[in-house]
C-alpha cells in the first residue's frame, strides 16, 4: 500500500476552507447563517425549534436549493430555562454526594450524621455525652430512627433552619476540630426521609429543666431550600416544662427520654437494615472505640439492646478555636479577607486574621510589601495583595498552634482497642501535630495482634441471621463482606472445611449446612489467609466506606510490612490476625467528597501517616521476632530438660557424681541458656522484667521445671 497519504499538498486540501474562502465558493443564491438578518435570528424564545431553521450550504455543492436543517435551540430559548439551582435541589438529586446511595447506606449515613451531631454538641457544651439510639422497623422497607442526647439542647428559632436548610450549620467557619464541619448532614438525612417516605423530621428540644421545649415536625422545600414547619399551624408545638406537658409528649406520640436538656430527632426513611461490614452496629461498636467517654444506648430493629458502657469518665480537653494560618491562605481568599475586614489598618488587619502572626510580624510584612502599617486594608490593590502572598510565603512564621486538635492518646486508643479486639500484642503511636494547606492535623495509629478472628465469635443464631439478611449472591462472597479482615483465601479454607459449595446463595443454606458453617467458622485457623483490617477514623468519627480512596488505606497498602515480619503481597494488605486504627484530627479534615468517608491524600498527610504506622510496624516486628525468639529457645529448652535426666543418670552412673546436683547444674545451665523463653512483653512489646540479668541469669518459671522432674521420676 502506498503510505503518502498526509503528503502536504494534500494535508492543505483536507483543510477546512476559510470564512473568505467559503464565501468566494458559495453560490449566489445560496444563504448562511452568518448573513441571516438580524430579526430571523432573535427568534422569540417560544418559538419552536422548526421555526428556527438555519441555512446551511447543501452538502453536495451543486448550486441547488440547500436543505434547511432545524437548529434544536437558540441562546435565546435556552436562557428562558436557564435559572438558579437550589443547593437542596442539587443535593436531592445527587445524595449518594452525601452517602444515600443504596438503603443500608441510607440508614446508617442517617443514623450517623444525628449521633455526629448529638456527641459534637454535648462535648462542645462540656456534657459527657449520652446518646439513646433507636431503630424502628415500621414497613418492609421502611424504617424509624431515633437519636436523642443529653446535650444543650437547640434555641426555638434555630430548629427549622438547622434541620430545614441545606447548608446551615455552626461548624463551616471556624476552624476546631468537630465532627460535623458542612452544614448538611442532619437536614440531607431529614431530605431523604421527606423524600422517600413523604414524612417530615420530627425534632424535640430542650434547652434546660424550667423552660418548654419545643417539639417541631419539619420538612424541607427543596425548590427555595427553605424549611416548612408542619405542625402546630406552622407554629412547632410548646411542651410545657415540670411534667405539665407529659400529656402533650403523649398525644403526639413523641418518644422522649426524660432529660432536663437535650434533643431528640427522629426521621422516617427507606432504608435496609442489614448487620455486619459498613452496618450500623459495627459504626455504633467503632464509635465506641474511639470515644470512651460516651454512653451510648442502642435499641436495633429486632428490638435487641446493646449498652456501650462509658470507659473513660472525663471529657477529652476542649479543643480551641484558630485563626487561618497565614501559609495556607490562598491568593484570592486574602483578597477577600482584605475586602471584608473591619480592622481599619493593615497591621491589626493581619495580626488579627491569623494565627502566629505577631504585630512585629506585620510590621515586618507591611516593610517587605512597602505599605504603611497604617494603610487601610479595604484599599489594598491587587498588586500590592500578590505581592503581600508571596512575601508571607518567604517569611518566617511559627507553625500554627496545635490546641485546636486534641487526639485520643496512646493510652485511650490501647484501652479501646484491648476491650473490642482480642490480641496477643497492642502497640499505639501519636505522632506530633503538623500542617497541611495551613491547616494543623495530628495521626494516630493503635495496632493490635494476634487473637482470635472475629469470626470465631459470631453465634449459630448470629450467623443464621446474618446469612438470611445478606444480599451477597455466593457465599464466599458472603463471608467476604461480612467479617472484616476476611479474605478469598480464608473464605475458601472455611467453606473447604464447612463442605458447602462455594456458590450456593446464603438466603438458601439448610440448617444443617449452617451447622457445618459455623463450626467451621469456629474451628479453622484463618490468621494466615485473614488481612489486615484496618479501621479508620476521622476525627473519633469512623470511616466505613470508600476505603479504596482514602489516603489512610493507600498509605498502609503502600507500608513494606514484610520488613516487620508479616507476610504482604505487593501493593496489598499485610496478612495476619492484625488490626490497625488509624485516626486523623484536624482542625479541617480534607473528605474527598461530601459524605465525608475517604480522606484526601495530601502528601503531608501521607508522610505523617506512613510514619506513624511505622512507629507500630517497628514495635510489631521486635515483638514478633522476639516471639519467634522465645519459641526457638523453648524448644531448645525443652530438649534440655528432656535429656538432662537421663544425662545426669548416666554420668553419675559413670563417675559416681551425685545425680540429683549434677541434675541441677544442668539445669541452672538450661535455664541460663534459655533465658529469652521466659520473657514477657508488654503492650508495647517491651520485656516486662526491665532489669538486666546479664548472660549468667535464668528465669525458668518454677512450674514448668517441676512438671518436667515429675514427668521424669515417672518415667
Ligand atoms: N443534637 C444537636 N444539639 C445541638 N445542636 C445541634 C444538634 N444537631 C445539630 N446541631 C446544630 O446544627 C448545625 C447543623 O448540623 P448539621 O449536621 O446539618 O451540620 P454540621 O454538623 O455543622 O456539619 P456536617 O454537615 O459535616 O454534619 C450544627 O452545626 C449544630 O450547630
Ligand atoms: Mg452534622
Redesign the pocket.
Given at each position: 500500500m502506498e503510505r503518502r497519504l498526509l503528503s502536504l499538498p494534500e494535508k492543505r486540501i483536507l483543510r477546512f476552507p476559510g470564512k473568505d474562502e467559503f464565501l468566494k465558493k458559495r453560490p449566489k443564491n445560496q444563504r448562511i447563517a452568518l448573513l441571516r438578518p438580524l430579526e430571523e435570528l432573535s427568534v422569540s424564545a417560544s418559538s419552536t425549534p422548526k421555526e428556527e431553521s438555519a441555512v446551511v450550504p447543501s452538502a453536495n455543492g451543486d448550486g441547488a436549493a440547500p436543505a434547511r436543517r432545524s437548529r434544536r435551540a437558540t441562546a435565546a430559548s435556552m436562557a428562558a430555562s436557564q435559572r438558579d439551582i437550589s443547593v437542596s435541589e442539587f443535593f436531592a438529586k445527587n445524595r449518594h454526594l452525601l452517602g444515600f446511595d443504596n438503603p443500608r447506606k441510607a440508614l446508617l449515613t442517617t443514623v450517623k450524621?444525628a449521633v455526629?451531631?448529638?456527641l459534637?454538641?454535648c462535648e462542645e457544651a462540656g456534657i459527657l455525652p449520652e446518646i439513646w439510639v433507636h431503630i424502628q422497623r415500621v414497613g418492609t422497607d421502611r424504617y424509624k430512627v431515633g437519636v436523642q442526647?443529653n446535650?444543650?439542647?437547640?434555641l426555638k428559632k434555630q430548629i427549622p433552619l438547622?434541620f430545614g436548610k441545606l447548608l446551615?450549620?455552626?461548624?463551616?467557619h471556624r476552624m476546631r476540630m468537630s465532627r460535623?464541619?458542612?452544614?448538611?448532614?442532619?437536614?440531607a438525612a431529614g431530605m431523604h426521609g421527606l423524600l422517600t417516605t413523604g414524612k417530615p423530621t420530627k425534632i424535640m428540644s430542650k434547652v434546660s429543666r424550667r423552660e418548654p421545649a419545643h417539639y417541631y415536625e419539619i420538612q424541607i422545600d427543596t425548590k427555595r431550600n427553605q424549611p416548612e414547619i408542619v405542625n402546630g399551624k406552622g407554629e412547632g408545638v410548646e411542651i410545657p416544662p415540670n411534667g405539665l406537658g407529659d400529656k402533650l409528649i403523649e398525644k403526639h406520640g413523641i418518644e422522649w427520654i426524660d432529660q432536663d436538656h437535650g434533643?431528640r430527632?427522629t426521621i422516617e426513611l427507606e432504608a435496609k437494615y442489614q448487620r455486619g461490614r459498613g452496618s450500623v452496629d459495627e459504626y455504633l461498636e467503632q464509635t465506641a472505640i474511639a470515644n470512651p467517654h460516651v454512653a451510648i444506648h442502642y435499641s436495633d430493629p429486632d428490638d435487641n439492646q446493646r449498652d456501650y458502657a462509658r470507659v473513660a469518665e472525663h471529657l477529652p480537653p476542649e479543643p480551641k478555636e484558630i485563626k487561618p494560618h497565614p501559609y495556607g491562605v490562598e491568593l484570592g481568599r486574602l483578597v477577600s479577607m482584605l475586602h471584608e475586614t473591619k480592622a481599619p489598618t493593615i497591621a491589626q488587619f493581619l495580626a488579627h486574621s491569623f494565627s502566629r502572626v505577631s504585630p512585629s510580624i506585620a510590621k515586618k510584612l507591611c516593610t517587605s510589601i512597602k505599605v504603611s502599617t497604617r494603610a487601610n486594608p479595604k484599599k489594598i490593590g491587587r498588586h500590592e495583595a500578590d505581592q503581600l502572598y508571596q512575601t508571607i510565603q518567604q517569611t518566617k512564621i511559627p507553625a500554627p498552634a496545635t490546641d485546636c486538635i486534641v487526639p485520643i492518646g496512646e493510652e485511650l486508643i490501647l484501652k479501646g482497642l484491648r476491650q473490642v479486639v482480642p490480641g496477643e500484642f497492642y502497640a499505639a503511636a501519636t505522632r506530633p501535630p503538623a500542617v497541611y494547606r495551613g491547616n494543623p492535623f495530628q495521626i494516630e495509629v493503635g495496632l493490635a495482634w494476634g487473637g482470635a478472628s472475629p469470626v470465631a465469635k459470631v453465634t449459630r443464631e448470629g450467623l443464621a441471621e446474618l446469612l438470611e439478611e445478606s444480599d451477597a449472591r455466593t457465599l464466599r462472597q458472603f463471608l467476604i463482606t461480612t467479617f472484616q479482615g476476611l479474605g478469598t483465601e480464608a473464605s475458601d479454607k472455611i467453606l473447604a472445611a464447612a463442605n458447602v459449595g462455594t456458590r450456593v446463595s446464603p438466603g438458601r443454606l439448610k440448617s444443617a449446612d449452617i451447622d457445618q458453617l459455623h463450626t467451621a467458622l469456629q474451628s479453622i485457623n484463618i490468621s494466615e489467609g485473614q488481612s489486615m483490617n484496618v479501621l479508620r477514623y476521622a476525627n473519633r468519627v469512623p470511616l466505613q466506606f470508600q476505603a479504596g480512596a482514602c489516603a489512610v488505606t493507600q498509605t498502609v497498602m503502600s507500608t513494606n510490612w514484610r520488613a516487620y515480619g508479616l507476610n504482604q503481597s505487593r501493593g496489598g494488605l499485610p496478612s495476619g490476625p492484625i488490626t490497625v486504627m488509624v485516626h486523623m484530627a484536624s482542625v479541617w479534615v480534607p473528605f474527598t467528597n461530601e459524605s465525608?468517608e475517604a480522606i484526601a491524600s495530601y502528601p503531608e498527610i501521607q508522610k505523617e501517616l506512613r510514619l506513624a504506622l511505622q512507629a507500630v510496624g517497628r514495635k510489631l516486628g521486635m515483638f514478633l521476632r522476639r516471639r519467634l525468639r522465645v519459641r526457638h529457645e523453648g524448644e531448645r529448652r525443652n530438649l534440655f530438660l528432656r535429656y538432662g535426666g537421663e544425662v545426669a543418670t548416666a554420668v553419675s552412673r559413670i563417675n559416681s557424681a551425685d545425680r540429683d546436683k549434677l541434675y541441677q547444674q544442668l539445669l541452672d545451665v538450661a535455664r541460663k541458656r534459655t533465658a529469652e523463653a521466659d520473657v514477657e512483653l508488654d503492650d508495647r512489646g517491651k520485656p516486662i522484667e526491665e532489669e538486666d540479668y546479664g548472660d549468667n541469669v535464668i528465669i525458668v518459671s518454677q512450674e514448668e521445671a517441676e512438671t518436667v522432674e515429675t514427668a521424669e521420676e515417672q518415667e
Open positions: 450524621e455526629d451531631n448529638a459534637d454538641a442526647d446535650g444543650p439542647g437547640i438547622i446551615y450549620g455552626s461548624k463551616f460535623g464541619q458542612q452544614g448538611i448532614g442532619i437536614s434533643t430527632v465525608k
